[in-house]
């Protein structure tokens, strides 16, 4: 199993809305990964976990809470949004390594539409 | 600051090669990274360096060389399921995540 799996696909939500964007993976990595994605811009990392324990969060504004329940699953909290927060939200996961191949596997995305 | 330039648009012919460029400066390096993203799916992966040299996995290679801070994709024998976004990323340490994404090169293959 390679995959990073993302739900919901799609979303639409109002800015005084409470939702949450989940995302799984059972490739035993151990890292984690939000990603931002505008439109024919390229990913904008958000917050990364590594061992379960939050360990970048690249000034996002607070509206965003992550939260790692355990090493395969990752969520993000969404509270009062703003229309400007419309975007792809990207899962990603790999794993830890000082040699070989250093890739990050992908979700297929969250489509949040702020209205 | 940290900035990857890569062309922002590049049009090749089924079959042909072409080679698109990332140059970086960055306040740390652990390799360099491409990914594919074709429209409204998510980036994949193709290619990764760490060191001076060429990586080949099938029509896709990449090159690297830290001394120039420079990298390049190859991609050849073209197809037309080529046409996609390409991203350079320059990962920073053992997170392959936490990279610093190229603001891409949208590859159009044509007949």
Same mark, same amino acid.
């Given at each position: 199993d390679t995959e990073v799996t993302q739900t919901p696909k799609h979303l639409v939500m109002g800015m005084t809305n409470k939702k949450s964007l989940k995302c799984e993976q059972?490739?035993?990595?151990?890292a984690m990964y939000w990603y931002k994605q505008k439109a024919k811009k390229p990913p904008e990392l958000m917050f990364v976990y590594s061992y379960e324990k939050l360990?970048?969060? $690249?000034?996002?504004?607070?509206r965003f809470s992550p939260e790692c329940p355990n090493s395969s699953l990752l969520n993000l909290h969404l509270h009062a949004?703003?229309? $400007?927060?419309s975007a792809l939200y990207l899962c990603a996961s790999s794993q830890p390594t000082t040699r070989g191949r250093h890739r990050s596997f992908f979700g297929q995305g969250t489509r949040l539409t702020v209205v | 600051g940290q900035s990857l330039e890569q062309p922002s648009e590049v049009t090749a012919v089924e079959g042909a090669i072409v080679q698109i460029n990332c140059t970086y400066q960055t306040s740390g390096f652990y390799g360099l990274s491409w990914y594919q993203q074709h429209d409204g799916g998510a980036p994949t992966f193709l290619s990764y360096n760490a060191l001076d040299g060429l990586e080949e996995t099938g029509r896709f290679s990449s090159f690297l060389s830290r001394s120039d801070s420079y990298g390049y994709l190859l991609l050849q024998e073209?197809?037309?399921?080529?046409s996609a976004s390409y991203f350079c990323a320059v990962s920073k340490?053992?997170?392959?995540?936490k990279s610093t994404f190229g603001d891409g090169t949208t590859l159009t293959v044509k007949p």
């Open positions: 059972h490739m035993g990595h151990r360990s970048i969060n $690249e000034s996002v504004p607070s949004l703003q229309p $400007e927060d | 073209l197809q037309m399921k080529d340490n053992t997170n392959a995540g």
